[in-house]
T-cell receptor, first 119, second 109 residues
Framework: GAVVSQHPSRVICKSGTSVKIECRSL??????MFWYRQFPKQSLMLMAT?????????EQGVEKDKFLINHASLTLSTLTVTSAHPEDSSFYIC???????????????FGSGTRLTVV | EDQVTQSPEALRLQEGESSSLNCSYT??????LFWYRQDPGKGPEFLFT???AGEEKEKERLKATLTKKESFLHITAPKPEDSATYLC??????????FGAGTRLAVHP
């Protein structure tokens, strides 16, 4: 089945630095990828929708300049948290749309997530 | 506003004690209702997709059902390895999933 690889799984960075998270679709081409943020014991909140070759669409309240998304190829999307601060600490998860068999999954496969800690 | 609500927030079961998790939704033009399992520190793992009221799907000890207003995830004779957070998500055609807050299930031997 479809596999989405996300790296790194954990990262600790100093306040004020930037961190890049990668999301790759390993065995399919993903024209659309999604980035989520999840706080402890809370659900996934969609941050932005990433479309290959075009600008990302951000959800209301998400700072575009803080969370830079690049989807330069059909298999790779990156999320860069710029000038990170402790309040950006969270669990970030990507998802890719695989237009495979809609009867099995309607095409949403998730990465394993990245735990970001800003100190 | 599209919304997905899950209950209970947390559930503790003894091994073998069957129960059901609820997912209520108000989504215009529902095109799919998803169930995922999420283990701590991991991304969601796909379980089921339901497309229309009356549809049912099964996988091992899990069975998902769908009505016009809600979905249930029935767990029959659960085992400790079924302990996880179960997420429900609705797809309403805006090219994005709307997630519920999840039910944290703990199954004790």
């Amino acid at each position: 089945g479809a596999v989405v690889s996300q790296h790194p799984s954990r990262v600790i960075c100093k306040s004020g630095t930037s961190v890049k998270i990668e999301c790759r679709s390993l065995d399919f081409q993903a024209t659309t990828m999604f980035w989520y943020r999840q706080f402890p014991k809370q659900s996934l909140m969609l941050m932005a929708t990433s479309n290959e070759g075009s600008k990302a669409t951000y959800e209301q309240g998400v700072e575009k300049d803080k969370f830079l998304i690049n989807h330069a190829s059909l298999t790779l999307s990156t999320l860069t948290v710029t000038s990170a601060h402790p309040e950006d600490s969270s669990f970030y998860i990507c998802s890719a749309r695989d237009w495979g068999d809609p009867k099995t999954n309607y095409g949403y496969t998730f990465g394993s997530g990245t735990r970001l800690t800003v100190v | 506003e599209d919304q997905v609500t899950q209950s209970p927030e947390a559930l503790r079961l003894q091994e073998g004690e069957s129960s059901s998790l609820n997912c209520s939704y108000t989504v215009s033009g529902l095109r799919g209702l998803f169930w995922y399992r999420q283990d701590p520190g991991k991304g969601p793992e796909f379980l089921f997709t339901l497309y229309s009221a009356g549809e049912e799907k099964e996988k091992e000890r899990l069975k998902a059902t769908l009505t016009k207003k809600e979905s249930f995830l029935h767990i029959t004779a659960p085992k400790p390895e079924d302990s996880a957070t179960y997420l429900c998500a609705a797809y309403g055609g805006y090219n994005k999933l709307i997630f519920g807050a999840g039910t944290r299930l703990a199954v004790h031997p």
